[in-house]
């Protein structure tokens, strides 16, 4: 099964906020990542979070990080259309390389 | 800057035949990443390397060779491919080991009959 556990599918509506929910498993993971695929591209880097924070704002995303439930959180505030996008969420295995574990992604849908 | 450039982007190909997938970055990084992205499913890793003449396995490499003989190039091989095979491939570059800020090129979608 997933390490990264995230819900398939969102659907909000243009100027609400969007709340996209992931679990990881690894509570040694040094951070913790979101990344935004749009249609027809690869993924960037939307923000992180390191493993000792509780919460990082970042303009209209706020990322919660609740180490206990090991649950990873991204708000985005006055959701809109061009936010339309799977997000990824990612956490870091360490090692010899850039190990990201990732979820399956979570589909946003924006409408009017 | 073109960061990571990957081709072909769409390639269809028959059960058995054999193709190379070509990434390349201008960013002068160190390590380059082949992911496979699979409908429901997070990104895989298949192989990765972390220098010029270095390759290692991922989680997923049965199926697949690389190799990595300059530092902007990172190539996949698919020696006799199979249906399952088909999926969206995607290659990454970072510059070190340590941020996690992968660089991703478009992505190549292949379709194995």
């Known amino acids: 099964g997933e390490d990264v556990e995230q819900s398939l599918f969102l659907s909000v509506r243009e100027g609400d906020s969007s709340v996209i929910n992931c679990t990881y498993t690894?509570?040694?993971?040094?951070?913790l990542y979101w990344y935004k695929q749009e249609p027809g591209a690869g993924l960037q880097l939307l923000t992180y979070i390191f493993s000792n924070m509780d919460m990082k704002q970042d303009q209209r995303l706020t990322v919660l990080l609740n180490k206990k439930d090991k649950h990873l959180s991204l708000r985005i505030a006055d959701t809109q259309t061009g936010d339309s996008a799977i997000y990824f969420c990612?956490?870091?295995?360490?090692?010899?390389?850039?190990?990201?574990?990732f979820g399956a992604g979570t589909r946003l849908a924006v409408h009017p | 800057n073109a960061g990571v450039t990957q081709t072909p982007k769409f390639r269809v190909l028959k059960t058995g035949q054999s193709m190379t997938l070509l990434c390349a970055q201008d960013m002068n990084h160190e390590y380059m990443y082949w992911y496979r992205q699979d409908p429901g499913m997070g990104l895989r890793l298949i192989h990765y390397?972390?220098?010029?003449?270095?390759?290692a396995k991922g989680e997923v490499p049965d199926g697949y060779n690389v190799s990595r003989l300059k530092k902007q190039n990172f190539l996949l091989g698919l020696e006799s491919a199979a249906p399952s095979q088909t999926s969206v491939y995607f290659c990454a570059s970072s510059f070190d080991r340590n941020t996690g800020e992968l660089f991703f090129g478009e992505g190549s979608r292949l379709t194995v009959l």
């Open positions: 390397s972390v220098g010029e003449g270095t390759t």
């Open positions: 690894d509570s040694s993971s040094t951070y």
């Open positions: 990612a956490e870091s295995r360490g090692g010899g390389y850039n190990k990201l574990i």
